[in-house]
C-alpha cells in the first residue's frame, strides 16, 4: 500500500526465539497501530504510538513490545515466540488516530512452529 | 473483546443485486468506519461517519448510523464480482483515538 510498507511479508520462526516485524511510512503520519489478524476475532489493537518514543499498549499486548525510535518506524518485537503468536500482523497509519480514516499495510503472516 | 459485531456473518449475492451489511457497537462513539478487505491483503478504508452524521454516500456506498441503537448498516448497490471481499466495521470511542474491528462479514458476488 501507498506510504507503508512491512517487511518482512513472510516468516517461519521456532517457538521460543525472538522475532521483529518492522513497520516503515513515508506519510509523516503521528499515529501508528500493531494489529493481529485471526480468524473468528476480526483485527484486535496490539500496541500503538502517539509519536516518537510515545507508545501504548491495546487489547492484546501480553508477549509483545513496540518502540517508534522515528516517525517512519514502528516496530514490533516477540521477545519469546509462541505457536498463539501465529497469526497475520498488520500495521498500519493515521493522521490524526480519531478524524481520519487508517492506512493499512500489506501484513506480515507469521508462523510460529 | 470486540467492540463492533458485524451481521450477516457471511453473505452470498449475485452480480447486480443489493447487499447490506450490518454492525452493532457497544460503547459512545466519536465515528464509525468500513473497511474492506480483499482476500489475502491489508484493509482499505471506504467510509468514515461521524456520530453526529445520520447517512453518507460514496459512489455505490450508502451508510447509516444510528447512535441509539448503536447501530450502522452498509449498502453496496449494484454489486460486482469484485467487491467480493471481507467488510469490517470499526469504531473510534469517544476521546479515543484507536480503532476497535468486529468480526467481518464476508461478502461472496457471483456472476
Known amino acids: 500500500d501507498a506510504g507503508i510498507t512491512q517487511s518482512p511479508r513472510h516468516k517461519v520462526t521456532e517457538t521460543g526465539t525472538p522475532v521483529t516485524l518492522r513497520c516503515h511510512q513515508t506519510?509523516?503520519?503521528?499515529?501508528m497501530y500493531w494489529y493481529r489478524q485471526d480468524p473468528g476475532h476480526g483485527l484486535r489493537l496490539i500496541h500503538y504510538s502517539y509519536g516518537v518514543k510515545d507508545t501504548d499498549k491495546g487489547e492484546v499486548s501480553d508477549g509483545y513490545s513496540v518502540s517508534r525510535s522515528k516517525t517512519e518506524d514502528f516496530l514490533l518485537t516477540l521477545e519469546s515466540a509462541t505457536s498463539s503468536q501465529t497469526s497475520v500482523y498488520f500495521c498500519?497509519?493515521?493522521?490524526?488516530?480519531?478524524?481520519?480514516?487508517?492506512?493499512f499495510g500489506s501484513g506480515t503472516r507469521l508462523t510460529v512452529v | 473483546s470486540q467492540q463492533g459485531e458485524e451481521d450477516p456473518q457471511a453473505l452470498s449475492i449475485q452480480e447486480g443485486e443489493n447487499a447490506t451489511m450490518n454492525c452493532s457497537y457497544k460503547?459512545?462513539?466519536?465515528?464509525l468506519q468500513w473497511y474492506r478487505q480483499n482476500s489475502g491483503r491489508g484493509l482499505v478504508h471506504l467510509i468514515l461517519?461521524?456520530?453526529?452524521?445520520r447517512e453518507k454516500h460514496s459512489g455505490r456506498l450508502r451508510v447509516t448510523l444510528d447512535t441509539s441503537k448503536k447501530s450502522s448498516s452498509l449498502l453496496i448497490t449494484a454489486s460486482r464480482a469484485a467487491d467480493t471481499a471481507s467488510y469490517f466495521c470499526a469504531t473510534v470511542p469517544g476521546g479515543g483515538n484507536k480503532l476497535t474491528f468486529g468480526t467481518g462479514t464476508q461478502l461472496k458476488v457471483e456472476l
Open positions: 461517519i461521524r456520530s453526529n452524521e
Open positions: 498500519a497509519i493515521s493522521e490524526t488516530g480519531q478524524e481520519s480514516g487508517y492506512t
Open positions: 460503547t459512545s462513539i466519536n465515528n
Open positions: 506519510e509523516n503520519h503521528r499515529y
